[in-house]
């Protein structure tokens, strides 16, 4: 046990010393702009889960069954974020970490290693799923009057929860690891990508949502009630959580400890299992990632035809970047994710009962339409934030080679921005062209969201590229993780922002433009101004988007130091 206490030190003191020096550097107003932004987000959380328990505790004879649904329906989905975070985070700490040279080359029993290194991914991993679903758990004890001991039972089961997700997640990575050839490593990160997929749709269909909001499928009312009573299996870990955390509200307390007993009785088993498979199969696994892996492309033929017409410093940055992202299995497996992601993006829009709704279906789906242009650019801010926040700080420590070549900074960025540009709008017109097929939206609808997404797009992949080189961290093990940092976040706000502002600004002479032909009248003139007008006033923003940002980098990446 001292050995695992002793291969943790160093994450304990990095933390120590990291608060010391932001504190030294004056970043400690970063921190407080975190810490408001995160309670804000938290207490909020808080307020909406409480009123929406209360309302639906006022239905009368469901509203009960109703609040009890939407906790399992939580505590399953949380359980398939902390699988598939807990898989990701493992594969890092496990298997990528650059310390793990060092770590292996001690004293130390490689059982002993795993165990240091599973305590901090299920750290890294839990810790945010755990924060962020306290505040329904607390709104759910406050609406049912709950004592002590079901907050007491609610903070057991999630740290059971935590541990059960991280034991499978690590035995998941170590059998794959073991599995698959060194040469052939990419093959886990698709590995991945599918089951994220999976896990994906077992969480939404254990859910069953559509029961919820669309009794009209049962005969009577009680089928329905009997339907939404149904309980998830009882072999899900979920399950027990829920059953402990149920019996503990309303006050049965030799239940509740019995299936809390057998959650934290599981995941102990767990844990045992796992560090016997490790001790069978991880250094195996380690030593078999060492060796080197298969490229993806091969042949610089085709690169070289594609960027033939460009000067020779640029094409030779813009063909680094493509072998690099291609070289990389944490970017291009992604692409699997994404893939998932527009399916489940656009089924979502083929199946919206709009013939049930009151409002008129015309007139409700140009309006989805109009909206689906900022739910699609927020999409496109959730991507960027994955690939061209990063990229400038995924050169790393080779950063040297950019700043010493005789291509500028200036151009470094610029190509950063195209590589990024080009795919992110063809995946943002995607979904803005697939869901307003699927709407049946007019040909003027159909021509302002293509438009929109076309003049939006450059500004949000701008503030990436920029604001990523203004905060960049070439240190970071895991570039991808930078856009969780202060300046991750000041790029969320940013797109946030702009994307409101330009939908605000669109907002009126759109709805002016439907009605009139809706009512089959034409525009005045002060009205076609106004049109005219916003949206200039949208493509000015836009500009404004790309340059600023894009300078802001450029000057704060120059004055980095190597």
């Known amino acids: 046990m001292n050995d695992v206490l002793t291969l943790l030190q160093p994450r304990l003191v990095s933390l120590k010393r990291g608060n010391r020096s932001a504190i030294n550097?004056?970043?400690?107003?970063?921190?407080?702009?975190?810490?408001?932004?995160?309670?804000?987000?938290?207490?909020?959380?808080?307020?909406?889960?409480?009123?929406v328990l209360l309302h639906f505790q006022g239905i009368e004879d469901i509203g009960d069954i109703?609040?009890?649904?939407?906790?399992?329906?939580?505590?399953?989905?949380a359980f398939a974020l902390l699988i598939f975070s807990s898989i990701l985070t493992s594969l890092s700490k496990l298997y990528l970490s650059r310390d793990l040279f060092l770590v292996h080359s001690m004293p130390v029993t490689c059982h002993k290693v795993f165990i240091a290194r599973w305590i901090d991914s299920t750290v890294d991993?839990?810790?945010?799923?755990?924060?962020?679903?306290?505040?329904?758990?607390?709104?759910?004890g406050l609406v049912y009057s709950a004592g002590f001991y079901y907050y007491l039972c609610s903070g057991l089961a999630i740290f059971s929860l935590a541990l059960i997700a991280s034991a499978l997640g690590a035995a998941a990575v170590l059998i794959a690891v073991r599995v698959v050839p060194a040469s052939r490593m990419k093959s886990i990160f698709v590995f991945l990508g599918i089951l994220f997929f999976v896990v994906l749709y077992l969480a939404v269909r254990l859910l069953k949502p559509e029961l919820l909001v669309d009794p009209e499928v049962f005969d009577t009312v009680l089928v329905y009630i009997s339907a939404i009573q149904t309980p998830s299996s009882p072999f899900l870990p979920s399950t027990w959580a829920f059953d402990a955390m149920k019996a503990a509200a309303t006050g049965a307390v030799a239940d509740s400890l019995m299936h809390l007993a057998l959650s934290l009785s599981f995941s102990g088993a767990l844990i045992f299992g796992i560090i016997l498979?490790?001790?069978?199969?991880?250094?195996?696994?380690?030593?078999?990632?060492?060796?080197?892996?298969?490229?993806?492309?091969?042949?610089?033929?085709?690169?070289?035809?594609?960027?033939?017409?460009?000067?020779?410093?640029i094409r030779a940055y813009m063909i680094k970047e493509i072998k690099c992202f291609?070289?990389?299995?944490?970017?291009?497996s992604q692409l699997f994710l994404i893939a998932a992601l527009v399916v489940i993006y656009i089924y979502n829009f083929k199946v919206l009962p709009l013939e049930r709704s009151p409002i008129k279906t015309v007139y409700l789906q140009n309006l989805l339409s109009f909206l689906n242009m900022g739910l699609a650019l927020f999409v496109l801010t959730a991507v960027a934030g994955r690939f061209a926040y990063p990229a400038v700080s995924a050169e790393r420590d080779a950063f040297w080679i950019v700043r010493t070549s005789p291509a500028s900074i200036r151009s470094f960025l610029w190509i950063k921005f195209f590589i990024y540009y080009v795919p992110l709008l063809i995946l943002t017109e995607i979904l803005i062209v697939s869901t307003n097929m699927l709407l049946h939206v007019t040909p003027f609808m159909m021509a302002l969201s293509t438009m929109t997404v076309f003049v939006l797009v450059p500004g949000i992949v701008a503030m990436g590229i920029g604001l990523g080189a203004a905060y960049p961290d070439f240190k970071a093990e895991n570039p991808a993780q930078t856009v969780t940092s202060y300046g991750g976040l000041v790029f969320m706000i940013f797109c946030a922002g702009f994307i409101a502002i330009a939908i605000i600004i669109e907002a009126g002479p759109v709805y002016h433009i439907f009605i009139a032909g809706f009512r089959d009248r034409s525009l005045s003139y002060l009205e076609w101004i106004w049109v005219a007008g916003s949206f200039a006033a949208v493509f000015a923003i836009s500009i404004v988007a790309v340059a600023l940002p894009m300078r802001f980098g450029r000057k704060r990446l120059s004055a980095q130091r190597l």
């Open 25 to 51: 550097l004056g970043q400690t107003g970063k921190l407080v702009l975190l810490g408001i932004i995160g309670s804000v987000f938290w207490f909020g959380l808080f307020g909406i889960s409480l009123k």
């Open 66 to 77: 109703l609040n009890y649904k939407l906790l399992s329906m939580m505590l399953i989905t």
């Open 125 to 140: 991993s839990s810790w945010m799923v755990i924060v962020f679903t306290f505040p329904v758990f607390i709104s759910f």
């Open 277 to 313: 498979i490790a001790d069978a199969f991880y250094f195996d696994g380690f030593s078999k990632t060492q060796t080197a892996q298969v490229r993806l492309i091969r042949n610089n033929t085709i690169l070289e035809k594609i960027t033939g017409f460009l000067p020779g410093p």
């Open 326 to 332: 291609f070289r990389d299995q944490s970017q291009w």
